[in-house]
T-cell receptor
C-alpha cells in the first residue's frame, strides 16, 4: 500500500545545530508540503513543492529550507535550530491543487 | 493567518449522541475539507466539499457548506468512543496570496465518553 513516512519520529537537538527531517512518499504525488503544529496556532505551512526541483515558501519559512530532487522525497532542513522551532512537524502529499492531502505520522522535535 | 475558525474549541458528549462542529472562514473558497487527528498521529482526510455543493455524506459523517455565510458544519451521528479526536477544517482558494495551499483552522477537540 502507498504511504508517507517521516523520520526520525522523535529528535532532540541543541540550539545552533543543523537538523534535517526526512519525508518519503510512495503515492507518486507531485505535491508535497511541510507543516508545523503548535498549541494555539494549529497547522502552519512551512514550505511546499509542486514537483521535482520546485520549492515555495509558506507562511512560516524563516529558518527552514527544502529541496526536491525526486518525486518521493522532500527533506526539511533547519539551518540553525532555535528553541522557537520546537514543534511537531508533519509532511503531507497530494495530487491536484487543493485536493486531498495525505499526512505522515509526524516528527516531534525538541530544541534545547 | 487563520482562514478557518472552528467552533466550539472543545466538545464533550456521550456515546450514541450526535456531535456537531462548525467552521467559519473569511474569503471565498474553491473547496473546504475536514480532517481528523487522533492523539499523537497525523491528520486523516474525512470529506472534501466543493464551493458549488451544499451537503455531502460519508458513512456517519455529514458536511454542509453555506458559502453565503462562509461557514461549514461537520455532523457525526451516533458517536463512538473511537471518534474521540481533534477535527480540523481546511479551506482552499485557488487564487490570491494563498494560491494552491490549504489553510487550516485550530481545530475542535471532541471527546466521546463510553
Amino acid at each position: 500500500d502507498a504511504e508517507i513516512t517521516q523520520s526520525p519520529r522523535h529528535k532532540i537537538t541543541e540550539t545552533g545545530r543543523q537538523v534535517t527531517l526526512a519525508c518519503h512518499q510512495t503515492w507518486n504525488h507531485n505535491n508535497m508540503f511541510w507543516y508545523r503544529q503548535d498549541l494555539g496556532h494549529g497547522l502552519r505551512l512551512i514550505h511546499y513543492s509542486y514537483g521535482v526541483h520546485d520549492t515555495n515558501k509558506g507562511e512560516v519559512s524563516d529558518g527552514y529550507s527544502v529541496s526536491r530532487s525526486n518525486t518521493e522525497d522532500l527533506p526539511l532542513t533547519l539551518e540553525s535550530a532555535a528553541s522557537s522551532q520546537t514543534s511537531v512537524y508533519f509532511c503531507a502529499s497530494g495530487t491536484g491543487l487543493g485536493e486531498t492531502q495525505y499526512f505522515g505520522p509526524g516528527t516531534r522535535l525538541l530544541v534545547l | 493567518s487563520q482562514q478557518g475558525e472552528e467552533d466550539p474549541q472543545a466538545l464533550s458528549i456521550q456515546e450514541g449522541e450526535n456531535a456537531t462542529m462548525n467552521c467559519s472562514y473569511k474569503t471565498s473558497i474553491n473547496n473546504l475539507q475536514w480532517y481528523r487527528q487522533n492523539s499523537g498521529r497525523g491528520l486523516v482526510h474525512l470529506i472534501l466539499i466543493r464551493s458549488n455543493e451544499r451537503e455531502k455524506h460519508s458513512g456517519r459523517l455529514r458536511v454542509t457548506l453555506d458559502t453565503s455565510k462562509k461557514s461549514s458544519s461537520l455532523l457525526i451521528t451516533a458517536s463512538r468512543a473511537a471518534d474521540t479526536a481533534s477535527y480540523f477544517c481546511a479551506t482552499f482558494n485557488a487564487g490570491g496570496t494563498s494560491y494552491g495551499k490549504l489553510t487550516f483552522g485550530q481545530g475542535t477537540i471532541l471527546t466521546v465518553h463510553p
